[in-house]
């Protein structure tokens, strides 16, 4: 049994169409999402070291903490050091 031509014709006409049309537009479209794929990738590695760059900076709030914290205890022996000056000072005046 032999194929008419006319198939051969059609699977030809096919064969062109889908190198002519298919293979450019799957070309442009790969090539489409490989230019998103490499901006994802550096957008990425700058959130990275921006993302490195505030931990470094806000690694100090601790520390910030904690001398918030002896601000309170140096105020507390300020005070101190003024009762036990005033105290000086009065010892010392009444012996004039």
């Known amino acids: ?11 030809w006409t096919m064969v ?18 490989w230019r998103a794929a490499r ?9 990275l070291t921006a993302g490195l760059g505030i931990a470094g900076n806000t690694a ?8 918030v914290t002896l601000g309170g205890e140096l105020g507390a022996a300020a005070a101190s050091i003024r009762q036990h ?5 009065t010892t010392l005046a009444g012996r004039t």
């Not at 062109?16 to 999402?33: E, G, N, W």
């Not at 901006?39 to 959130?47: K, L, N, P």
């Not at 000056?85 to 000072?89: D, G, R, T």
Request: hydrophobic share 55%; charged share 15%.
């Open 39 to 47: 901006s994802i990738e550096r957008y990425t590695a700058e959130t």
């Open 60 to 67: 100090a709030i601790s520390a910030l903490d904690q001398t």
């Open 16 to 33: 062109i169409v889908a190198l002519v049309l298919i293979v450019p537009l799957a070309v442009y479209l790969l090539h489409r999402l």
């Open 1 to 11: 049994m032999e194929v008419p031509t006319s198939v051969y014709a059609i699977w």
């Open 85 to 89: 000056s005033a105290a000086i000072e």
